[in-house]
Every structure is written in C-alpha cells, then in structure tokens.
C-alpha cells in the first residue's frame, strides 16, 4: 500500500474515532496528563506542544531518566520511536540508526547537541570513536528529532537530531550527592549544586565513573581470519579469540552554569581514558590497547526577550578543544599480513587535536500578527592543527624492522594518515511561524551554508499542522539535509584501505512525512507517524578504494506511538516502528539496521514513596549486506527492571536496577568483509547486569 494511502485511511479513522466533546484546551490537558513532556523546543527553536511541533519529536525528561534507572545516554535513546542504538566493533562507540539510516562503522548521520554546542568532530564526522558514553546526572531533558533538520541546525542534522539539555541552578535546587555501583566492576559518584551566589546563579556538577563493560566472548576475529588463509601454508595460528570484548572505560564529566541577569556562561569538561577497544580497532581483538579523548567546552551568551518592541534576541559565541590518543595492537603478536612477521604484534600509536569556534546571532520577530518569524547566521572554524602518528609497520602493511615495540616510529612527518586541515563556515537562515487559519499553522524555513572547502548548499522544509478536532491534530512535513564530508573522507592519506577525495558533495536527504496524534482523553494519547525518504551522494569507497559520491537509498515506514495512565498510580507507553530502506546499487536492504522495533514500558507507584518501572525491548528483522551469505541476525528482546524507595522525607533516593534481568543473548551485526567476515558471529551485547544507585540531597 501506498505511503498516501496510508494517509488518507490513518486520518479517516482518527477522525472517525474522535468524540467531539471538549472542553480543555489540549495545552490544559497535556499539562495536567504529561507535565512538560508534552511539549518540544528542538523543532522550530520555540516550545509548543509535541503533537503541534513542525516535526516528529520525541521528549525524554529527567523524572523518566529516574523512573528509568538509566545512567548512561545509550539506555534512554534506544526507547525512542525509530531509533536503535548499535554498535560498532571498534572501540565498542554507538551508532544511532534512525528509521534505517546507519554508518558501517562510524555514525556521521546523527547530529548531537548539548545546550546547543554540536558535538560532532571533524575527523571522522560523529562524536568522536574516544566518545565514551554520556552520563545522565546532569541531564534536564533530551529532545530527539526524527528525520531532517538541516534547514534550522545545518550540517549532520540528516537522519536525525538529538538535543540534549544539561541542569541549571534551578533544576538542581540545592545540593546532591550520588553514588552507583554493580556488574561488571562499575563504580561512580556524582556531585551536583545548584544555587545562587549573590545576583549569580550557579549550577556546578562532578561525576566520576569507570567499568570494566561486561564484554561477552568474541568467538572468531579478524585475525582467525589470517590464520585459517595462512595456516594452509603452515603458518601456527595466532588469533586470540575467543575471548571477551575489551569494553572497559574510565570517564571524568564536569559543567559549570553561571547565569547574571541577561548573561550567562557555560563551561564543561569531559575526559575518558583507559579506553579500551571493543572488538578491535582492526576488528582483531586488542586487550593492551588503551585510547584517550579529551574535549573542553564553553560558551557565552547574552538573550534579551525584549530588546526592542516584539523583539528577542539571542547572540552566543562558544570555543570547543578536542584531542584523542590511541595506542593500539592492531594485530596480534605474531601475525602476518603478507609482508613478514610481526614479533610484538602490529602496532599504531595515533593522535589527533583539532578546535572549533562559532559566533552566531538570532532574533525572533512577532510584530505580525499570526507570525513568528527566526532569522539567524553565524561563522565557524573547524581546525584539525595538529596530527601525530608512530606505528611499527609501513604502508603496505609490511613490519618495520622485526615489528616489534622498539620499531614503532614517528611517521608524521614522513608518511602520516593524514595532515592539518581546516574548513570555515558561513551561514545564515530564514524561519516563519504562520497561523495562516483558525486551526492551522504553516513553518516555512530555509537555510544557506557556505563551506570554504566543498561549496555552498541549501536547505529548505515545509511543515503543515492541522488541528483537526480538539483532541486530533495532523501534520504534513516535507525536509532536507545534508552531512558535510568528513575530513577523513576528504583528506585520508597513505592509507592502503581507503584514500580521500577533496572533490567530495555532501549527502542529501530528502523526507516527507505524515504525522497524526490523537489525545484520546486527558490521560490517553495515540501517535501514527508515516515517512518516506531518498539519500543520495553517498560517500562511499570505489573499486580503487578512494571516497566517492556514488550512493542511493530510499526508505519508508509506519511508527505507532501510545501513552496512556489509568490513574494516579500505573502509566504504560510503548511504540512499534517498521522501515523497509533500499540500496539502489543492490535493490536490496542495506543491511544491519533492525527492520522492525517494539518497546513497551510500565511505571507503577504502588506507595508514595515507591516506584517500580519495567522496559521490555524487541528488535528484529535485521539483514545482512549485500554479497553476506551469512544467516540473518537473531532476533532478541531484552528486559529491564528498576526498584526505587525515598526515604527520609525524600532526602535519600535507592534504586536497584537489573538490565538484560533474563540475561539474553543479545547481538548486533558484524560488518561483512572480503576475502573474510572479520567477527563472523556478531557484536554480542552484555548479560545479565544489576547496578545500585544510592543518592542524597541537602
């Protein structure tokens, strides 16, 4: 059936639903139901109502990051409508997949913002392979944008957008202490304050934390691969599998928040070390090899809502510093890529420091009646000054010297990966609000990026907003996007697995999207979410292993949201998402996004002073890549249990949390490879896992 058909009936059949009684207004009524989940800034900059936003959004708050037992930002996306989150065998990092859309390895289609910094690096185009995770002490609110955003965020904002909102003085109103602990050697505390200092408002927050990751056992790597091509010439093997996934980490989170009437000042610190590397850099299984990513924000801005008469405006600047090391055995000792033996193993020692800095302006005008309308620009640097590289092996994968420890050499100068390289960026964006009718509202916007190293691009989205009936509003919402190359897509050198190419286009995506919610009573809602999209220019590697423009996707799907609390004490919500994409290459599925999701979550307060909350999560229909004889990927569900009790007059706050509790066996797939599969039986996620959180607040 026809996307349009979809349509027509899921709107029919709303319509026909709806009792037509009312008299709250739906503000009034998501208030009293949903508080201020129900409604979304991300969308259009300004906050309305969820089902009324100019795009398919999702809100996760604080209160559900508690009831949840979550404490790293993982656990909370993967309840989102149309996004999984799954991994990449190197360094274990996420890849968030939205409705199909995923990298191989790396996650460039996703942007992230915290307080509105964009947490992309320029390397590689995501957060960074050091990224570590993100813990959730300090975290307000998360706003999940399911599609384009480019015409109001820019660059990355492609298959979808994450806006992650950290606590000021006000959310934290006093002082809290915390401290987590449980499987797999997890440990960590948290500090948080919020207050004033004389006319300053001031939120402050510490958070230490470290784990082993829980690594399941690696059956077969990349080098069991080697060993079975070389064993035919009587080569011993040297494989180290099977053994566990390095998935262990040590991570350091800090945020200072100073607001002075109109100003107000953020600055945050984030540093993981003993990195370890998931599957394998190489996707050969490294337990000695330790990465390190350093990165250091701040951001200055100065908002006055009412500069002029129906005027707000916003003017911010912010300076972003990142560095990332790594020291890695890419292979084992022993190994043999063709040109000699390893005696230590084949080692590389990378780094990479880069900054970035933007000043951008934005005013809001309301001097029209029935008009918002947003205009806004800005200008970035993205410098990558410095790179260093010391390795043990030359380009054609042959040993230096015996390839052992005191072989690695300082190549930077000589043959590095890559050398500094920096872009600016220019751009500036149009945005109109418009109440063109009782009942009706049209978001129009267009924005215009000039990058000094591929060109120019521009990106407009329409979103039509009807309120059907008092308790049913649909939209209709047309977008664009583009993901701007990576510098590693562009500038990649004396690689013998994949060279860059200055000539690079961006991606662009465009998507159409249907969308209904239905407030089937004050404490019941329904959401029916239908998209269609079409990728093209994608970066990918040719024949000759160079980058190039030569990709296309398509894709559709259905997402069927619920929320609904019987009464004071029980709340339920749950979603279903299916998508079928197409690789035009192939006219088949791309492989390794799950074609079909389900989520379904129940929080019961049976007393006051307690909580319980159950997740039950089912992903399924994954394929493999073309030219992957393997079988499909297992379906797997999982479950998740967290208990909580405040005592003291809710001074004290204990949680105890089991993830996994039925201790499934969980995977996400392998990529697939030649002349061999690299890990041929899949990424297996952690078992059973039971953490306790303990916190205290003055």
């Given at each position: 059936?026809?996307?349009?058909?979809?349509?027509?009936?899921?709107?029919?059949?709303?319509?026909?639903?709806?009792?037509?009684?009312?008299?709250?207004?739906?503000?009034?009524?998501?208030?009293?139901a949903?508080?201020?989940?129900?409604?979304?800034?991300?969308?259009?900059?300004?906050?309305?109502?969820?089902?009324?936003?100019?795009?398919?959004?999702?809100?996760?708050?604080?209160?559900?990051?508690?009831?949840?037992?979550?404490?790293?930002?993982?656990?909370?996306?993967?309840?989102?409508?149309?996004?999984?989150?799954?991994?990449?065998?190197?360094?274990?990092?996420?890849?968030?997949?939205?409705?199909?859309?995923?990298?191989?390895?790396?996650?460039?289609?996703?942007?992230?913002?915290?307080?509105?910094?964009?947490?992309?690096?320029?390397?590689?185009?995501?957060?960074?392979?050091?990224?570590?995770?993100?813990p959730?002490?300090?975290?307000?609110?998360?706003?999940?944008?399911?599609?384009?955003?480019?015409?109001?965020?820019?660059?990355?904002?492609?298959?979808?957008?994450?806006?992650?909102?950290?606590?000021?003085?006000?959310?934290?109103?006093?002082?809290?202490?915390?401290?987590?602990?449980?499987?797999?050697?997890t440990?960590?505390?948290?500090?948080?304050?919020?207050?004033?200092?004389?006319?300053?408002?001031?939120?402050?927050?510490?958070?230490?934390?470290?784990?082993?990751?829980?690594?399941?056992t690696?059956?077969?790597?990349?080098?069991?691969?080697?060993?079975?091509?070389?064993?035919?010439?009587?080569?011993?093997?040297?494989?180290?599998?099977?053994?566990?996934?390095?998935?262990?980490?040590?991570?350091?989170?800090?945020?200072?928040?100073?607001t002075?009437?109109?100003w107000?000042?953020?600055?945050?610190?984030?540093?993981?070390?003993?990195?370890?590397?998931?599957?394998?850099?190489?996707?050969?299984?490294?337990?000695t090899?330790?990465?390190?990513?350093?990165?250091?924000?701040?951001?200055?801005?100065?908002?006055?809502?009412?500069?002029?008469?129906?005027?707000?405006?916003?003017?911010?600047?912010?300076?972003?510093?990142?560095?990332?090391?790594?020291?890695?055995?890419?292979?084992?000792?022993?190994?043999?890529?063709g040109?000699?033996?390893?005696?230590?193993?084949?080692?590389?020692?990378?780094?990479?420091?880069?900054?970035?800095?933007?000043?951008?302006?934005?005013?809001?005008?309301?001097?029209?009646?029935?008009?918002?309308?947003?205009?806004?620009?800005?200008?970035?640097?993205?410098?990558?000054?410095?790179?260093?590289?010391?390795?043990?092996?030359?380009?054609?994968?042959?040993?230096?010297?015996?390839?052992?420890?005191?072989?690695?050499?300082?190549?930077?100068?000589?043959?590095?990966?890559?050398?500094?390289?920096?872009?600016?960026?220019?751009?500036?964006?149009?945005?109109?609000?418009?109440a063109?009718?009782?009942?009706?509202?049209?978001?129009?916007?267009?924005?215009?990026?000039?990058?000094?190293?591929?060109?120019?691009?521009?990106?407009?989205?329409?979103?039509?907003?009807?309120?059907?009936?008092?308790?049913?509003?649909?939209?209709?919402?047309?977008?664009?996007?583009?993901?701007?190359?990576?510098?590693?897509?562009?500038?990649?050198?004396?690689?013998?697995?994949?060279?860059?190419?200055?000539?690079?286009?961006?991606?662009?995506?465009?998507?159409?999207?249907?969308?209904?919610?239905?407030?089937?009573?004050?404490?019941?809602?329904?959401?029916?979410?239908?998209?269609?999209?079409?990728?093209?220019?994608?970066?990918?590697?040719?024949?000759?292993?160079?980058?190039?423009?030569?990709?296309?996707?398509?894709?559709?799907?259905?997402?069927?949201?619920?929320?609904?609390?019987?009464?004071?004490?029980?709340?339920?919500?749950?979603?279903?998402?299916?998508?079928?994409?197409?690789?035009?290459r192939?006219?088949?599925?791309?492989?390794?996004?799950?074609?079909q999701?389900?989520?379904?979550?129940?929080?019961?307060?049976?007393?006051?002073?307690?909580?319980?909350?159950?997740?039950?999560?089912?992903?399924?229909?994954?394929?493999?890549?073309?030219?992957?004889?393997?079988?499909?990927?297992?379906?797997?569900?999982?479950?998740d249990?967290?208990?909580?009790?405040?005592?003291?007059?809710?001074?004290?706050?204990?949680?105890l949390s089991?993830?996994?509790?039925?201790?499934?066996?969980?995977?996400?797939?392998?990529p697939?490879?030649?002349?061999?599969?690299?890990?041929p039986?899949?990424?297996?996620?952690?078992?059973?896992?039971?953490?306790?959180?303990?916190?205290?607040?003055?």
């Open positions: 059936m026809q996307l349009y058909q979809f349509t027509v009936l899921g709107l029919a059949a709303m319509l026909a639903l709806s009792p037509r009684a009312a008299e709250l207004s739906e503000e009034e009524e998501l208030a009293m949903f508080g201020d989940k129900s409604f979304v800034s991300i969308a259009t900059g300004s906050k309305v109502p969820v089902a009324r936003a100019a795009s398919v959004a999702t809100v996760i708050t604080a209160e559900d990051i508690r009831a949840m037992g979550a404490a790293d930002l993982d656990e909370v996306l993967e309840t989102v409508p149309g996004l999984h989150v799954s991994r990449s065998p190197v360094l274990n990092a996420p890849i968030y997949t939205f409705r199909g859309v995923r990298g191989t390895l790396t996650n460039p289609q996703v942007l992230m913002l915290v307080n509105g910094i964009p947490q992309t690096r320029i390397y590689a185009g995501d957060r960074g392979l050091n990224w570590g995770g993100l959730l002490w300090n975290v307000a609110r998360i706003e999940v944008i399911r599609g384009p955003g480019s015409a109001l965020y820019g660059a990355d904002a492609y298959s979808g957008v994450i806006s992650i909102q950290t606590k000021g003085a006000a959310e934290i109103d006093g002082t809290e202490f915390g401290a987590r602990a449980g499987s797999f050697d440990a960590g505390a948290w500090w948080l304050h919020g207050g004033r200092w004389g006319d300053v408002e001031v939120a402050g927050y510490l958070s230490l934390s470290r784990t082993d990751g829980g690594g399941r690696i059956s077969a790597d990349a080098q069991t691969g080697l060993d079975a091509i070389f064993g035919a010439f009587g080569v011993p093997p040297v494989s180290l599998a099977p053994a566990p996934m390095n998935n262990g980490y040590k991570l350091i989170d800090a945020a200072l928040d100073l002075l009437d109109r107000r000042f953020r600055t945050s610190y984030k540093r993981v070390f003993d990195l370890e590397s998931g599957a394998g850099v190489a996707q050969a299984l490294d337990p090899g330790r990465n390190t990513g350093q990165r250091i924000d701040a951001d200055l801005s100065w908002h006055d809502a009412a500069l002029a008469a129906d005027w707000d405006v916003l003017l911010r600047a912010y300076v972003s510093r990142y560095d990332e090391s790594s020291r890695l055995t890419l292979f084992p000792a022993g190994t043999n890529l040109g000699g033996f390893f005696q230590d193993g084949m080692i590389g020692a990378p780094a990479k420091w880069e900054h970035q800095a933007r000043a951008e302006a934005t005013a809001v005008y309301t001097g029209v009646e029935g008009h918002r309308v947003r205009l806004g620009a800005g200008y970035t640097n993205q410098d990558m000054y410095r790179l260093h590289e010391a390795k043990n092996f030359n380009p054609d994968f042959s040993p230096i010297g015996s390839g052992s420890w005191g072989d690695v050499t300082d190549v930077t100068d000589t043959v590095p990966f890559m050398r500094p390289h920096q872009r600016n960026v220019v751009h500036a964006y149009l945005q109109d609000e418009w063109i009718a009782k009942d009706w509202a049209l978001t129009a916007g267009v924005r215009h990026d000039r990058y000094s190293d591929f060109g120019a691009t521009t990106h407009p989205r329409v979103a039509l907003v009807w309120e059907a009936a008092y308790d049913i509003t649909a939209k209709l919402l047309y977008g664009t996007a583009f993901r701007a190359p990576a510098f590693s897509e562009l500038y990649l050198i004396n690689n013998p697995t994949a060279i860059g190419n200055p000539s690079l286009s961006p991606e662009k995506m465009r998507t159409l999207e249907a969308a209904w919610s239905w407030q089937a009573a004050p404490n019941a809602r329904l959401g029916l979410n239908l998209f269609r999209y079409q990728l093209t220019g994608l970066i990918r590697l040719d024949s000759s292993l160079v980058y190039q423009n030569q990709g296309e996707q398509t894709g559709r799907g259905v997402e069927l949201e619920a929320e609904w609390e019987p009464n004071r004490q029980l709340r339920f919500a749950g979603h279903y998402a299916i998508q079928h994409s197409t690789d035009a192939t006219d088949r599925d791309p492989g390794l996004a799950p074609r999701r389900a989520y379904l979550r129940a929080d019961w307060q049976p007393l006051r002073s307690w909580q319980a909350n159950a997740q039950v999560n089912w992903v399924a229909d994954r394929k493999r890549q073309s030219g992957d004889s393997r079988p499909e990927i297992a379906d797997y569900t999982t479950v249990l967290t208990l909580r009790t405040r005592t003291g007059d809710g001074a004290w706050d204990l949680a089991a993830r996994n509790l039925f201790d499934a066996d969980a995977r996400e797939p392998a697939y490879g030649v002349p061999y599969v690299s890990i039986n899949d990424l297996p996620l952690p078992g059973r896992a039971i953490y306790v959180t303990l916190a205290y607040r003055l």
